[in-house]
């Protein structure tokens, strides 16, 4: 399941969720764990990525590290 598989089923709980609202009543708790368990999982997968993209301990390619290029060579 993609994130934008799991954005889409967020919405359509939603959209149930004002369905219920909208007719007068209050949605059902499993319904709001449910969201917020697909919120969740949204959040984790947005935060994977990032973290996947620039890993923290590595520096940005072209940063400064402290040791010159023709050091390296020697």
């Known amino acids: 399941m993609t994130i934008t598989d799991l954005e889409i089923h967020y919405d359509r709980l939603g ?6 609202l ?18 969740a999982l949204i959040a984790a997968v947005r935060h ?4 996947e993209r620039v890993p923290a301990s590595r520096p940005p390619a072209g940063a400064a590290t402290g040791v010159e290029l ?5």
Not at 70 to 74: I, M, N, P, S, V
């Open 15 to 20: 959209d149930v969720r004002a369905e219920i």
């Open 48 to 51: 994977r990525h990032r973290t």
């Open 70 to 74: 023709g050091a390296l060579r020697a």
């Open 22 to 39: 909208g007719q007068g009543d209050e949605p059902p708790a499993e319904l709001i764990e449910r969201m917020q368990r697909v919120r």
